[in-house]
């Protein structure tokens, strides 16, 4: 498999071109170009977030799942935290409900996530993993179509506190093509690049979390951030299309959907439609880390990496003068299912994930979209595993999303499959034209690598 990159952003993968190109592992080119999203995909996720990671090395030919998502806070809390701030948000044909402020901020995870990938399988400098990030803060950043796009969705939340002067510069929205500027990420960058990631635990970067969450009423206390560690774990594997399939299971669903996909290169289109929205099952949820990314990384010597990052929505608060966004986790009531102790883990629906043959390594890939996240990842990686698509043509394919009876498809599926869904008691909305609420995928094969263009995203060989 040749070495390569693909994500979310132009900006991100080429951060992790450069640094494979100066033989760094897959693991260090998945750090840069994660803290290099931190800045080019601030709509999408950001350093004080969470995430999931899953990492092959190919000299022992071992996968691990790394979980560094976001933490319920709570140890030793002095009071409780301010009510949430609710508000609906339109997003795409759904209305979509979210609640913020300070109180939904939990305990970041994707520092320490970031730390321990480095340590466990980099080879290059820390400092060096950080340069892609800072300069793209010195210079700022171009606006790509499916970011604009979704920063107008998101506008009445990413404009709340300093993102006014952030998103809005002027009062006018950015849109495609316009330079996103955050100043205050170099100075937040060349603290990481000095302390390294724990800084966002002990140190400037923690000092001014806390003192933020202090002042406006947030539940995070000192030893919320001491104790938080992020944690390696095994993959759950599932056989599928003459693969071993490795991903995590949780509120992803993943595992489970694996196991009752039919196999879709004997089925003509409008019986893969069907067969597709059947297996989905019927989703009752909308929302849940909309504000997502997903990058994936293979270097020459087969080690490979997926690594998904979320803010949740964000909280639309932001550390001053650092221009960095808290995440907005708590407030993501599809995440929490129960009650939620100090410390413990929020639900995530995210599944980086690989696929491994008799040849080895045969796909990694992983994708962004909430509850979308799933059908997303699954219709891409069945399009290469089981029908044989590269992985650019199984990304681009049009998609579908069920929500109870009712079936989100995209444009691209023809008036049979529409009709064949229809009759199998569906009501079917076609949708005017792709869209990022179908999910954002990044995948590298075999055949190629490719990221999803509902996203804006770049896939380049190294």
């Known amino acids: 498999m040749r070495a390569a ?92 409900h979210y609640a913020v402020g300070v109180a939904s901020c939990g305990v970041p995870g994707l520092p320490a996530g970031l730390d321990e990938l480095w340590r466990w399988y980099g080879r290059l400098p820390w400092d060096r993993l950080v340069e892609p990030a800072l300069a793209l803060a010195q210079e700022g950043v171009k606006m790509p179509r ?21 998103y809005s510069p002027g009062g006018r929205l950015l849109g495609e093509g316009d330079r996103l500027d955050q100043p205050g990420l170099v100075e937040a960058l060349e603290t990481i690049a000095a302390e390294g990631a724990r800084t966002a635990y002990a140190g400037p970067l923690a000092d001014a979390l806390l003192a933020l969450i202090d002042d406006r009423g947030g539940a995070i206390t000192p030893d919320d951030l001491e104790a938080y560690r992020a944690e390696w774990s095994e993959p759950v594997p599932v056989k599928y299309a ?45 929302g849940g880390q909309t504000h997502t990314t997903n990058l994936t990384v293979v270097d020459a010597d087969g080690n490979a990496c997926a690594l998904t990052t979320s803010l949740g929505l964000g909280s639309g608060d932001y550390l001053p003068g650092l221009d960095l966004h808290l995440n907005s986790m708590l407030g993501e009531a599809e995440l929490i299912r129960g009650r939620l102790e100090p410390g413990q883990r929020l ?76 009759s199998a008691g569906f009501e079917v909305k076609v949708w005017p034209e792709t869209h990022h609420y179908f999910g954002g995928v990044s995948m590298i094969g075999r055949r190629g690598a490719a990221a999803d263009p509902r996203r804006s995203g770049e896939a380049r060989a190294a």
């Open 347 to 422: 639900g995530s629906m995210m599944a980086p994930s690989l696929a491994i043959d008799q040849s080895g390594l045969a796909l990694v890939a992983g994708a962004a979209g909430g509850t979308r996240l799933r059908g997303a990842l699954l219709q891409s990686v069945a399009g290469v595993l089981d029908e044989g698509l590269r992985p650019w043509r199984a990304i681009e394919r049009p998609r579908i999303h069920r929500i109870g009876d009712v079936v989100h498809v995209e444009p691209g599926w023809s008036a049979d499959a529409t009709g064949a869904l229809a």
């Open 5 to 96: 990159v693909a994500a979310g952003h132009p900006a991100t993968t080429a951060a992790g071109v450069e640094i494979l190109s100066e033989g760094g592992s897959a693991a260090d080119a998945a750090v840069a170009a994660c803290l290099a999203s931190c800045v080019a995909e601030t709509v999408m996720t950001g350093f004080l977030g969470g995430g999931y990671c899953i990492y092959f090395d190919a000299a022992t030919g071992r996968a691990r799942n790394l979980d560094c998502f976001v933490a319920a806070p709570g140890l030793r809390a002095s009071r409780p935290p301010d009510d949430l701030v609710h508000l609906d948000v339109p997003f795409g044909e759904e209305l979509v």
């Open 242 to 286: 003459g693969t071993r399939f490795l991903t995590r299971s949780g509120l992803s669903g993943v595992p489970e959907t694996l196991e009752r996909l039919p196999r879709f290169r004997r089925l003509d289109e409008p019986a893969r439609a069907v067969a597709w929205t059947e297996a989905l099952g019927a989703e009752p949820l909308l």
């Open 146 to 166: 499916a970011h604009a796009a979704c920063l107008a969705m998101l506008a009445p939340v990413m404009t709340m506190d300093a993102g006014a002067r952030i």
